[in-house]
């Protein structure tokens, strides 16, 4: 494990064609309830997780830890019963008014010293992060170095395709597991588990399996970023 910066774990469930979402980036509900099982034990064993600021805008609302087991073995371990939930938005424009504010969970923003203009005015988050060059864009290193002064050694990556893609790029994925799930969404404009550029084949990061089974009719891949 790195120990300059978080361990991070990707956790995404796709269709069979590799979307993670339909057209209309709707909330992606099509993954079984062993899924759904399979995050929350995954955030389970993290001290925050990360979400792009689109995928709080499909789903108004993030996943937390409800099984009894779960919160017990954190409380154990002496973690905060919930991980740190931070949203990563550079504009900061998020609804103050969306549901994630009434869950009870830690809310924190990572942002730029353009988006935390939006939250001086506005309350929801406990925490706003600011790790930028340039005023309006997120410096990587700057925040993983924040993140792991704040005591996050293990950072769940909860999606979606820019996020993703952004932290590939900046080679700061450590592992992935991805859920392959029996449907076909198709749709040149469905967000896949990374967007934005993409890398030519010869440069593209590598994965070794770690792990593979089958549950139902779905596939659990687990990958490690060589
Ligand atoms: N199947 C699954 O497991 C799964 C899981 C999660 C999400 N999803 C789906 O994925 C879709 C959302 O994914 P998405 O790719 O559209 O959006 P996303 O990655 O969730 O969020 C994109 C937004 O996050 C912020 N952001 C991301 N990377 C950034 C960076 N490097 N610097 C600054 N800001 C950054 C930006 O917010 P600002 O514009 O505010 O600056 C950006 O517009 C939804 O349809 C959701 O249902 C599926």
């Not at 005591?151 to 395709?161: A, F, K, T």
């Not at 592992?175 to 198709?186: G, M, N, Q, S």
């Amino acid at each position: 494990m790195n120990t300059n910066r978080p361990h991070t774990t990707v956790i995404l469930a796709m269709s069979a064609d590799g979307k993670i979402s339909d057209e209309l980036r709707s909330p992606a509900r099509f993954s079984s309830q062993q899924d759904q099982q399979h995050l929350e034990q995954q955030v389970a064993i993290m001290d925050g997780v990360l979400f792009g600021a689109g995928t709080l805008n499909a789903y108004g609302t993030t996943i937390r830890i409800t099984n009894p087991e779960l919160l017990e073995t954190r409380k154990q371990q002496g973690k905060p019963l919930q991980p740190a939930q931070i949203v990563v938005s550079g504009s900061g424009k998020i609804n103050p008014h969306c549901r994630f504010f009434q869950q009870p969970v830690p809310h924190w923003l990572l942002t730029t010293t353009q988006g935390e203009e939006f939250w001086k005015t506005r309350t929801g988050f406990e925490k706003v992060i600011i790790a930028d060059h340039n005023y309006n864009q997120i410096d990587w290193l700057i925040a993983f170095q924040k993140l792991q002064e704040l005591g996050l050694n293990r950072l769940g990556i909860l999606g979606g395709g820019k996020l993703v893609a952004a932290l590939l790029k900046q080679n700061l994925i450590d592992e992935i597991w991805l859920t392959i799930c029996p449907l076909i969404l198709a749709g040149q404009n469905s967000p896949t588990p990374a967007d934005g550029e993409g890398f030519l084949s010869a440069v593209a990061p590598r994965l070794q399996l770690l792990d593979v089974k089958t549950v139902g009719e779905e596939v659990f891949l687990h990958y490690q970023v060589s």
